[in-house]
Each structure stands twice: as C-alpha cells, then as structure tokens.
C-alpha cells in the first residue's frame, strides 16, 4: 500500500526530534526508533489500529506521548498529523491533501 505524507507532517515530527534532541542523543534516537516503527507498523496493516473521535485512525506510540493520525483509502494510506497526546483534540484534524 502506497503511502503518503501531509507537507506539515514533517515540521510536527521536526519539532518533536529538536525537543528530544536537546535533551539526549539517546532519547532522540529512541525516538526515531518507535517512529520507524509505528510508521512499519501502519504500512503494514493500516486498518488494525482503532478510530480516534475525530474520525481518523490512530496509531499510539508506546514509550513516548505521542500518536499518529491517518486516513486508510483503497490504494493509499494518508499520514496527517504526529500529535502529543495532551495536544488540543482538534490539532492537525483539518489537514488534507
């Protein structure tokens, strides 16, 4: 399945990268490690992880309090928003290509 990236989806996942790099190389790499996965994990099987209340699917991260919203089509998965989990439930909702 073919996977596509919101334009500000980037500059969420930068944001989150410098706050973790100032804090160590170690937890910034951690980081990056459950990003790989989740986002494997996603690519994978896009229609296993359960619906946030804002109608897109969610995939949560396990060690840090973040998660990813998405949108599931026929032949592509849309990938929106990294959010914090106490970030305003409608950040990043509006988001389309």
Do not use: T
Not at 47 to 65: Q, V
């Amino acid at each position: 399945m073919r996977i596509i990236r919101h334009p500000k989806l980037a500059g969420d996942i930068r944001e989150v990268a410098m706050h973790y790099a100032e804090i160590s190389e170690r937890v910034l790499s951690a980081f990056w490690s459950e990003l790989d996965s989740v986002l494997a994990s996603v690519k994978k099987n896009p229609r296993s992880y359960h619906f946030d209340s804002c109608g897109l699917r969610r995939a949560n991260f396990r060690k840090f309090p973040y998660h990813l919203l998405y949108e599931v089509e026929d032949d592509f998965v849309l990938l929106l928003v990294l959010r914090h989990d106490r970030r305003h439930p409608n950040y990043g909702i509006d988001r389309q290509i």
